[in-house]
């Protein structure tokens, strides 16, 4: 008893096993992480362009452009977030955590006020 495919069952087995390597090969040389593709968790705007482009503030890394601050999801309040922002960068104008801004309230908290 031999156990070989038939010409079309090896051709199939090929083509699955390139389009598997192909996929395999585009998601590990993916310049963005998949958890990152959906768009940043939060996002804040400085009243004074960031000194730094990338920073640490509040427990989550901040990649900063401008005025414009974007990060990942932290373990914290949002507004423990931004209060470490506001440490690190000054004044934060507006922040938006999953969608969902700070009431004005809690921005002058995050600010100190």
């Known amino acids: 008893m031999t156990l070989s495919l038939p010409r079309t069952g090896r051709f199939t087995v090929l083509a699955l096993a390139l389009v598997y390597t192909g996929l395999s090969f585009g998601v590990a040389t993916s310049t963005t992480p998949l958890a990152a ?3 940043a ?5 400085l009243a004074q362009p960031a000194a730094d482009d990338r920073a640490v503030a509040g427990g989550v890394a901040w ?6 601050c974007v990060a990942n999801k932290g373990s914290s309040r ?7 922002l506001a440490r690190e960068f000054g004044e934060v104008t507006s922040f938006i955590a999953n969608g969902e801004a700070l009431t004005e309230e809690d921005l002058a908290r995050c600010n100190g006020n």
Do not use: K, N
């Open 37 to 39: 593709q959906s768009g």
């Open 78 to 84: 949002p507004s423990r977030i931004c209060r470490g």
């Open 41 to 45: 968790y939060y996002t804040a705007t």
């Open 63 to 68: 990649a900063c452009q401008d005025t414009t």
